[in-house]
């Protein structure tokens, strides 16, 4: 019903910066929250940060270096990565909640971006 692209990962030196993207398209009536999510090898998935009309939300280990936000026009959101450190390595995935046309409620998730911070 809705479906997420997501872009931007690659290899970036530590200190350096990434932006990535989240594209959602498909039957959208209102999207209430997007956000990003990581998983790095051999632990749970986590929330980075999270974007709804009443603001925005980070993890404590990025707060300060990632920015989130959102083109509400083009369904997309983005995620600013600065400071990158070699802990941030991870594959990043997008996620959006909301209502179909139909009013039916969703919860769809991307096929993630790999993020890899060399030291």
């Known amino acids: 019903q809705v479906q997420l692209v997501e872009s931007g990962g690659g290899l970036v030196q530590a200190g350096g910066s990434l932006r990535l993207s989240c594209a959602a398209s498909g039957s959208i009536f209102s999207i209430n929250v997007m956000g990003w999510y990581r998983q790095a090898p051999g632990k749970q998935r986590e929330l980075v940060a999270h974007i709804t009309s009443g603001g925005t939300n980070y993890a404590d280990s990025v707060q300060g270096r990632f920015t989130i936000s959102r083109d509400n026009a083009k369904n997309t959101a983005y995620l600013q990565m600065n400071s990158l450190q070699p802990e941030d390595t991870a594959v990043y995935y997008c996620?959006?909640?909301?209502?179909?046309?139909?009013?039916?409620?969703?919860?769809?998730w991307g096929q993630g971006t790999q993020v890899t911070v060399s030291s």
């Open positions: 996620n959006a909640r909301g209502s179909t046309w139909t009013k039916r409620g969703y919860d769809s």
